[in-house]
């Protein structure tokens, strides 16, 4: 039978993606295809960030369920995990969440066998998180159209921010031991990908189930030969001055920072129960540029969080214009039910939270272009992912967009480039080889 795999939200998703994707193919019974319409079966694995990732969800699956009534349409991840039978409300037949993974080939399986019974089967398979529950490993063979690969090292979050499920919808901070590790991206690289990226819930607590640090991931993947790491995300207070100076060592780790600020607001962070002030958040990341040369650092912001005045988020804008960030992924202060923030009265208006996107939005334009300037001149190693237009383009170390005109294959090679000017929408710039 054929099935297809629709993924929402972050490289985590993705990663387990693939990797239900090879158990599928694995079995011989199933095989991968590119659309929904002529599937069997229709995995969606679902994200609960915000209330707009649920809705996206849903919303799917009503379409999928209109252009293929007969498909067996799995709904899996983080949304199931957190609203469990509910989500049968998606009109979904199988409703897996985030534990046993791997169980996702005996879920369909039983569907099938049972339909024979019932034509209203459904399956339900979501169990809690459990207090020693450990790293489940799974691993995809390879990413058949990525020259980068994604590469779960961690699952869990015990930070519990006032405004965020993750941690009831991924539980405890489990980590995939090192030598696992070394395995893994060892496979990834003799698969042909020339970059891994780290990814998990929250890779700053890797290892505290284990008793070491994200440098013991990063060093075991430099071992297994990759020529370019990659850092997913990771919070600012959860990276050492120690760990910085120890991370700046190892060969292969690419100068791009992506680590969430959310607000520019001491009062604010304070009350999304975030551990760290703007001072302390502006002095690493000054450390990070001051140890890893042409560094970038991209993160996200909240606006119209419960509370927020005009004053905090004229704070916030004030802030990441003294930061400097390459990128800015602005979201409004989404209401998630169970979460502390949820029950804040002081809720802002949602026209004031679309002014307050928009604004910063434009600002976050000004500074990404600002540092796309900075950039012409200087020579940077890109891994060329694709050609169109007469155009080979890729991503530096620090993760800046190049094209470079050439009728040249690229693709999956690094090669130097000299960075020569910055298109006029301020999204990449252009450069020559050599």
Do not use: W
């Not at 990663?15 to 995995?43: H, K, N, P, Q």
């Not at 024979?116 to 799974?138: A, G, Q, Y």
């Not at 013991?216 to 910085?244: F, P, T």
């Not at 650092?297 to 927020?308: K, R, S, Y």
């Amino acid at each position: 039978m054929n099935f297809f795999i629709y993924t929402f939200g972050c490289k985590t998703n993705t990663y387990e993606s693939e990797s239900m994707s090879r158990l599928l193919s694995e079995t011989g019974r199933y095989r991968a295809v590119s659309d929904y319409v002529s599937a069997d079966v229709v995995i969606v694995n679902s994200c609960m960030v915000t209330g707009e990732s649920e809705k996206k969800a849903a919303k799917l699956i009503r379409r999928i369920r209109r252009e293929n009534e007969k498909a067996c349409i799995v709904l899996c991840g983080c949304m199931p995990q957190v609203i469990g039978e509910a989500a049968f409300g998606t009109g979904a037949d199988v409703i897996c969440g985030n534990t046993k993974r791997a169980d996702i080939v005996k879920a369909v399986d039983s569907y099938f066998e049972k339909k024979t019974i019932s034509r209203d089967m459904k399956i339900f398979r979501v169990e809690p998180h459990l207090k020693d529950e450990t790293f489940e490993l799974l691993a995809p063979d390879r990413y058949k159209n990525l020259t980068r690969a994604n590469l779960k090292i961690e699952d869990g979050c015990e930070c519990f921010c006032s405004y965020c499920v993750i941690p009831f919808a991924r539980g405890r901070v489990r980590s995939m031991p090192p030598e696992d590790v070394f395995k893994v991206a060892g496979d990834l690289v003799n698969s042909g990908h020339r970059e891994i990226v780290l990814t998990g819930i929250n890779i700053g607590m890797y290892g505290k189930d284990l008793g070491l640090s994200i440098c013991d991931a990063v060093k075991a993947v430099s071992e297994a030969g990759a020529e370019r790491i990659r850092l997913g995300s990771i919070e600012i207070d959860l990276i050492s001055d120690a760990a910085i100076e120890e991370l700046s060592r190892i060969p292969g780790l690419c100068p791009h920072f992506h680590t969430s600020l959310q607000s520019g607001s001491a009062k604010i962070l304070k009350r999304m129960n975030r551990r760290y002030d703007p001072e302390e958040y502006m002095r690493k990341i000054g450390l990070l540029r001051s140890s890893f040369a042409n560094a970038s650092v991209t993160t996200d912001v909240i606006v119209g969080f419960p509370g927020e005045t005009e004053e905090d988020f004229n704070d916030t804008v004030e802030f990441v214009r003294r930061a400097g960030f390459f990128r800015i992924h602005v979201f409004p202060y989404s209401k998630r039910n169970g979460t502390a923030a949820a029950g804040f009265k002081d809720q802002i208006p949602v026209e004031i939270k679309k002014q307050r996107v928009a604004a910063l939005e434009e600002v976050a334009a000004e500074l990404k272009k600002n540092f796309l300037t900075g950039q012409v001149g200087k020579t940077v190693n890109v891994l060329f992912e694709r050609s169109s237009g007469g155009f080979a383009r890729g991503h530096s170390e620090n993760y800046v967009e190049v094209r470079v005109r050439t009728e040249e294959d690229l693709k999956n090679r690094i090669v130097s480039v000299t960075v020569s000017g910055v298109d006029s929408s301020g999204d990449f710039v252009y450069g020559n080889i050599g």
